[in-house]
């Protein structure tokens, strides 16, 4: 690519990152709407089952995926009719035997997971929705490897309101866990057809061998994924037989709260950045301004967020309705994945990277250290600190951040703290103020939401001094 190439592609990734980030705002708001509704009325038993089962499913999701999807974004020449047919046909044939299997042996899986009827039933539905899944990924691949992720946002969007609205009708019915059940299939049928609307496909059967080769970066990058699910959700599935479902769903309500605004912004970010940063992986000065750029914004967004949410955190569980005398004992949870998801923020980031630069046997490496990392230090900690210790040791590990940093380093040379160090500063000067308002003024729901409001106003006053020209330069630069 010449310069003018580079601009015009970093305005089409920038606005790729905005549109997806704008229209996943209803996805998230949707979805945070009916989590809150259902934290509410669902016990915290209920929560666990739903935890666990959900957990189960994307172990099988990743199981069935091979990185195929993958494979077929990073892939630099053009896609061939072959390619989508096989890859097609190697994912319809994984997850319609998976399903098969669970149809045959749900009795026995959910026994030895210590399910009910309800959660058995739950699981088999999600599994179905699985295999549904393969329906959708050549429409969802063909319009990531453009960037064109505002229309790939539409179907999303559509299943979400669908799925989140009977979620609601029925919990509120009394349906309890079937609610989820019923709303999963249901939407996961509604949105197919929505991924060919706007993604026309003909789905075509066949295995070809010139494009099998497309398995290698594949498999090893679906290796790391699947490295990085048994490092979480297996452990949350394998906690069912040591500790008790209301207690997982202390930890899934805490995870769900922390990561909420993580899985907003970063998914967004990397989702396009994955596709962007294949295209200009050769070009090292443009690849370090897109790093030092994406981890700017990500850190402007989210450290505010989360910070805030930590010294916040226990007045939100005291004075939302229907939170109090519920979700006290998931408050140190809380703050731990909070902490996690700052730090794991900007460790997305940078394995985006070596990934999109074709270093997934790098990224494996990482994971399987985590992984073990995990499954070494989380059973220690629950033994001494019971389930506090899943969010604990998830914080501690991502220290290792500076592994990820030393790795990216030896691709690109990019400056790591000069990207953060501005949002993170601004950050702290918000959240200190908060923490006195908060034992002075806050003495109600009403209170709590004018101090955070406050915060947030004295958030965005000392960011435009720290770093309001870079901020509005960057703007600028979009329409210019």
């Not at 967020?305 to 939302?320: Q, Y």
């Amino acid at each position: 690519m010449d310069t003018q190439e580079l601009r015009s592609f970093s305005k089409k990734t920038v606005h790729g990152i905005f549109a997806l980030a704008s229209r996943s705002l209803i996805l998230q708001l949707i979805n945070f709407t009916a989590f809150f509704i259902i934290s509410v009325i669902l016990t915290a038993r209920d929560l666990g089952i739903y935890t666990a089962v959900v957990a189960a499913s994307r172990i099988i999701s990743f199981f069935t995926d091979f990185g195929l999807g993958a494979a077929l974004i990073q892939k630099k020449e053009s896609l061939k009719r072959e390619d989508l047919a096989t890859i097609f046909t190697i994912q319809f044939a994984a997850t319609l035997a998976i399903f098969l299997i669970f149809v045959v042996a749900i009795g026995q899986i959910g026994s030895f997971f210590n399910l009910n009827s309800e959660g058995s039933n739950l699981l088999l539905a999600l599994v179905f929705t699985v295999f549904l899944s393969s329906f959708k990924m050549i429409p969802s691949i063909l319009l990531e490897r453009s960037i064109n992720f505002g229309k790939l946002v539409i179907p999303q969007i559509g299943e979400s309101l669908i799925f989140n609205f009977l979620l609601i009708a029925l919990v509120i019915n009394n349906f309890g866990l079937n609610s989820f059940t019923l709303a999963f299939i249901v939407s996961s049928l509604a949105g197919i057809p929505l991924y060919y609307f706007v993604s026309p496909w003909r789905p075509s059967i066949g295995i070809y061998r010139t494009s099998i080769k497309e398995l290698k970066f594949g498999a090893q990058f679906q290796a790391k994924n699947i490295l990085a699910t048994v490092k979480d959700d297996f452990l949350t599935v394998i906690l069912t037989r040591f500790l008790p479902f209301t207690q997982i769903g202390y930890i899934g309500f805490s995870q769900r709260i922390a990561f909420f605004v993580y899985r907003y912004i970063v998914d967004s970010v990397t989702k396009v950045t994955f596709s962007s940063y294949s295209r200009i992986q050769d070009n090292r000065q443009f690849l370090r301004k897109a790093i030092e750029k994406s981890l700017f914004f990500t850190g402007l967004v989210l450290f505010p967020l989360l910070f805030g949410l930590i010294v916040t955190s226990p007045l939100l569980i005291k004075f939302i309705p229907g939170w109090a005398n519920k979700w006290e004992p998931a408050l140190i949870s809380l703050i731990f994945f909070s902490l996690n998801a700052i730090v794991s923020s900007m460790s997305a980031v940078l394995v985006n990277v070596l990934d999109a630069t074709g270093r997934v046997k790098t990224t494996l490496k990482l994971m399987l250290l985590w992984t073990i990392m995990t499954w070494t230090l989380t059973p220690v900690l629950i033994y001494i600190l019971g389930y506090n210790g899943v969010a604990i040791s998830s914080f501690i590990i991502t220290l290792t951040i500076f592994i990820t940093i030393y790795l990216v380093k030896k691709v690109v040379d990019f400056n790591f703290i000069k990207s953060i160090y501005k949002p993170l500063l601004a950050s702290f000067l918000m959240v200190a103020l908060t923490f006195v308002l908060a034992n002075f003024l806050v003495g109600s729901l009403a209170t709590l939401i004018f101090v955070i409001i406050l915060s947030g106003a004295v958030y965005v006053f000392f960011i435009y001094i720290l770093a309001g020209k870079q901020i509005f330069e960057d703007i600028k630069k979009l329409y210019l």
